[in-house]
């Protein structure tokens, strides 16, 4: 397969969005059905509020999560997944089915990265 230059750089720009730390938890939380910003938080391990507000800001202007406020008492926020959310979702999958199996060679160069 032949990838050029413009198809690299929409890989790169696509790899690093999803790839932002947190991001594909909250992804994959929100495909598991978490709508509220408590639920998504607790879906995701280690995920701190500050940080999932960031997050779920950088990937609504991204279009890939639509914020819909609820005018109630008190207000309610709720999450959903966009079509390009759910499409991109779907093309972590392989990614996620390799880390599943080959996981140990990316943790491996991670830690020798760190040291």
Not at 67 to 87: C, D, K, M, W
Request: hydrophobic residues 45%.
């Amino acid at each position: 397969m032949h990838i050029d230059d413009e198809a690299c750089r929409r890989l790169i720009s696509s790899t690093e969005l999803a790839g932002r730390r947190w991001s594909p938890g909250i992804l994959l939380a929100l495909g598991r059905g978490a709508t509220r910003f408590s639920a998504i938080v607790a879906a995701v391990d280690g995920l701190s509020d500050r940080m999932a507000a960031q997050r779920l800001r950088e990937l609504e202007t991204a279009g890939l999560v639509d914020r819909h406020v609820i005018p109630s008492t008190p207000v309610q926020v709720r999450y959903r997944l966009t079509q390009a959310g759910l499409e991109l979702l779907q093309a972590l999958q392989p990614l996620a089915a390799w880390g599943h199996r080959w996981g140990e060679l990316a943790e491996g160069a991670a830690r020798r990265d760190a040291s």
